[in-house]
């Protein structure tokens, strides 16, 4: 029997569950980039230096903390270790964490298309709304990825430098640390979600260019300029509208009872970014030319 | 009968074109023919429109206009159908650097979503030893030569047993010992009854391996059909021996031959379309010229391409 006689008469009968292995293949190419591990090793040095700061500043007999200065939670993280979460997931959000997902995101396809595997991935034949969905779907798998190394990296040296205890919450009423514990995870899944509208930007952007290094320039420039741009009283009419706005809303699930609003305006925003940025990749990716 | 025309054809296109956006016409109302079963070599000097016509055969671009069948189905509109049965190298390898060869496999054939992961790992062994890589498998590509890279992207070519191999260039960049490897491996993989598409711009290269070819200049097909029928339609120079060749020369130009040239007790040139040569021969005897032989020189798909486009064929960049 010849080699083509056995694929005679069309294509080989497939398991729909064969078409995840992309989505796996994805995900393992992503966290197996030196890049990525170097992005990752960064994120979970910010608590060390935060806490390492803190202990230092403490120890030489100064107060802790002084209210309004530095990142939030700060003055709390001397009497309770898992405050340093909550510090550190506020230190990072505005810049490190959504630049890091700029840098992933930005390379997903530009990054492809620069080193020339994105024909051999289309004609193995991914399909294009398949790979666009799989490489959206592994970067987000790294914004939680990113968070929880944040987190993770501020409990153990929390909980390595300062007391561990009841958790009193900004509203004033105090939980044990179990509820603590899990109020810290609830905020790592909101600061996550947090980044999906970013993520599906930097898509986009990936979409556009045929260099990896360019998209996530332009993805990380973006995330600058929005960021300016909320600061400014000037522009407040157009600031509900800016991606990381309502960011620092996730504090407000340390309050008994939780504020719900702003938590859910942040989730509607992100859920709106990703949906219009996704598709404008979706419109962009299966329509243009591959010739890298 | 145009349903089993294309039942037969590998490849079909009808006036397929391609504009870029720079303006330039990449390839120009393209009719191409590929019978399954042959070895074709789509032949033509750089930037003649070889990779961008395998690139809308592929669905990478789209037609400027135009259409295009693969393996009987109109692309890119098949493209899930019609690839997983078909392996590609397309302006030679690309691979992740980051990764060992054997897991740029993998990943390629992840990417293929009639590729049964649970024998996923024994064709990526098979694929591997095919193109002799075995023994490098466990090393990351950006170590690998570009000799080693041309094998690997051949071996992700080879993943699943396929009915049209299309390969762009493949020998581009190896060794000459690399060269008659890829040729090989194309004769064993037509014997089992691949279909190979095979481009290049190496003449001899074609005329080596493939059954049939189709000529390419400026984005235009010149002429397309088996090798040995283009290289007879070309005809060969006449040659004659003998210790004549001034008396041989006036005969030969009285009779029409053009382009004559001496070399020692050779006289060759362009004998006129419509003649007997038999004729010719004739006339020599008749004029008294003593001839040693007589005859001519086999024409070669080189003499083909000088004789379709009045040029070398290396001259393009
Ligand atoms: N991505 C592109 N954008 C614009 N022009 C292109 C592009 N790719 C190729 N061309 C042009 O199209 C023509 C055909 O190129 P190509 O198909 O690569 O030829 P070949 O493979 O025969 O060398 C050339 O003139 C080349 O400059
Ligand atoms: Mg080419």
């Known amino acids: ?130 790979l666009l969905c799989a490489k959206y779907a592994s970067t987000l798998v790294f914004c939680l990825a990113a968070t929880l190394v ?96 309502y960011w620092l809303s996730f504090a407000d699930l340390l309050r008994a009872p939780v504020y719900w609003d702003q938590l859910l305006d942040n989730a509607r925003l992100q859920a709106l970014y990703a949906a219009v940025f996704f598709s404008a990749a979706w419109a962009r990716f299966t329509s243009r030319d591959v010739t890298s | 009968m145009e349903e089993t025309a294309t039942e037969r054809a590998a490849i079909a296109t009808r006036a397929l074109t391609k504009r870029y956006r720079g303006g330039q016409t990449a390839v120009d109302r393209l009719d191409l023919f590929v019978p399954r079963g042959s070895v074709f070599g789509f032949l033509g000097p750089n930037g003649s429109g070889k990779t961008t016509t395998i690139r809308m055969l592929m669905g990478l671009v789209a037609p400027t206009s135009g259409s295009a069948e693969v393996l009987g189905a109109p692309m890119p509109g098949a493209v899930r159908r019609v690839l997983p049965r078909v392996g590609a190298l397309i302006e030679g390898p690309a691979l992740y650097g980051f990764l060992t060869g054997r897991d740029n496999l993998v990943r390629f054939d992840s990417a293929d979503p009639t590729a049964d992961p649970r024998t996923r790992a024994a064709r990526v062994g098979a694929a591997l030893d095919r193109v002799g890589l075995a023994a490098a498998a466990g090393k990351k590509a950006r170590a690998y030569s570009l000799g080693m890279k041309q094998r690997l992207g051949l071996a992700a070519a080879l993943l699943q047993p396929r009915e049209l191999l299309v390969l762009d260039e493949p020998t581009n960049g190896l060794d000459p010992q690399g060269m008659r490897e890829i040729r090989t491996l194309v004769r064993e993989l037509a014997a089992d009854g691949t279909t190979v598409f095979l481009s290049s711009h190496l003449l001899d290269e074609i005329e080596q391996v493939c059954t049939h070819a189709a000529v390419m200049a400026r984005g235009r097909l010149l002429t397309q059909g088996t090798v040995a029928a283009l290289a007879s339609s070309a005809r060969g120079r006449l040659a004659v021996t003998t210790p004549d060749t001034s008396d041989a020369v006036r005969v030969l130009k009285e ?63």
Not at chain 1, 16 to 39: D, G, K, N, Y
Not at chain 1, 164 to 187: H, K, N, P, Q
Not at chain 1, 197 to 225: E, H, K, P, R
């Open chain 2, 255 to 317: 009779q029409g031959v053009t382009d004559l040239v001496v070399v020692d007790d050779r006289v060759t040139g362009d004998a006129p379309g419509a003649c007997e040569l038999a004729d010719l021969n004739a006339a020599l005897v008749h004029a008294r010229v003593r001839v040693r032989a007589f005859g001519t020189e086999r024409a070669s798909l080189e003499d083909a391409f000088v004789a379709l486009t009045g040029e070398g064929f290396d001259v393009a960049g």
């Open chain 1, 150 to 245: 944040v987190a993770v990296s501020a409990l153990a040296v929390g909980a390595l430098l300062f007391p561990l205890g009841d958790v009193t919450l900004i509203s004033g009423t105090d939980v044990s640390f179990g509820e603590g514990l899990l109020r810290a995870l609830a905020i790592a899944g909101v600061v996550a979600l947090s980044l999906i509208g970013i993520a599906a930007l930097g898509l986009f952007v990936s979409t556009l260019t045929n260099s990896g290094i360019a998209a996530m320039a332009t993805t990380v420039g973006l995330l600058i300029t929005v960021q300016i741009m909320d600061q400014f009283p000037q522009l407040h009419a157009v600031q509900p509208y800016l991606f990381p706005h």
């Open chain 1, 1 to 130: 029997m010849s080699q083509a006689d056995v694929v005679v008469g069309g294509a080989r009968a497939a398991s729909p569950l064969w078409q995840l292995s992309l989505f796996r293949s994805e995900v393992t190419s992503v966290f197996r980039r030196w890049r990525t591990i170097a992005l990752l090793g960064v994120l979970a040095a910010v608590p060390v230096l935060v806490g390492v700061a803190v202990k230092i500043e403490t120890g030489g007999g100064g107060a802790a903390g002084h209210d309004g200065a530095g990142p939030a939670f700060i003055s709390q993280v001397t009497n309770n270790g898992l405050f340093l979460v909550f510090t550190s997931l506020a230190a990072t959000l505005p810049f490190f964490l959504p630049m890091a997902i700029g840098v992933v995101a930005g390379d997903s396809v530009a990054g492809e298309a620069h080193a020339g595997t994105l024909r051999y991935l289309l004609v193995a034949p991914a399909g294009r709304t398949r």
